[in-house]
């Protein structure tokens, strides 16, 4: 018998913590066993309260949100009308399966200010640091110190980001899906639009996402616990939410040990 250890990479959607923009946030109404005995009861004519069990009926959740709430897989879509130098850009239900079942690999940029820009240079300075070699379709996952503020009030501003460099350096040696514990996988809206009002440089706005445009990758935002997984010897599952013609959908990301 083989055994298995799963570590959970994924954040639940839930409403009242500072998961996303306000405009942004998740509505989730929730129905009860004892509020929806009427609704059962309509499909089936004569049905009494008194004959279910317990008088209750079913319970039922209805949602309002973006397909980039909780944690999610990003498609080539997200990030600009075209990936790969001119191909048209793969929405969320195109994207390969192949991409989303690989073995993991955890870079640790914990140390990092928040807003700071990766660059190749420091990919490759952690990758030797834990002496790994890059395969074609490595998962590639980027613990910040976003993650352990998630749901604060500060989560939005925290953590580092992959500028178009590092992006790049990850892409050309076969990579095409990354992730990171940070709202974004590029640095925080709030420390580029500081550098963008400094510099006039539009280029550094989302940088590491436009990096798609020369070479189509994926990326999970908001992932959770990439503090509890060494940096290799795992698989990571993250295979999407089909939802046709999408810029993204939800996974329920994890890790995945064998014995």
Known sequence: ??????IDLSVALEMGIASDPPQMLPQIEYHDHASTVGKMAAYF?????EQLPGREGWAVETLTVS????THLDAPYHFHSTMSKGQRALTIDEVPLDWCFNPGVKLDFQDFD??????????EAELKRIGHDLQP???VVVNTSAGARYGTNDFLSSGCGMGREATLYLLDRGVRVTGTDAWSWDAPFVHTAKRYGDTGDASIIWEGHRASIEIGYCHIEK???LDQL????YTIACFPYKI???SAGFTRAVAIFEA
């Not at 004519?45 to 309260?49: M, S, V």
């Not at 397909?67 to 909780?70: I, Q, S």
């Not at 060494?230 to 010897?233: C, F, L």
Request: proline share 5%.
């Open 67 to 70: 397909t980039h709430n909780g």
């Open 230 to 233: 060494p940096d290799s010897g």
């Open 45 to 49: 004519p004569g049905l009494t309260e």
């Open 114 to 123: 928040d807003g700071y820009v990766v660059t190749a240079g420091d990919v």
């Open 1 to 6: 018998m083989v055994k298995r250890r799963i």
């Open 244 to 246: 046709k013609g999408a």
């Open 223 to 225: 992932l959770a616990h």
């Open 137 to 139: 379709l490595d998962i």
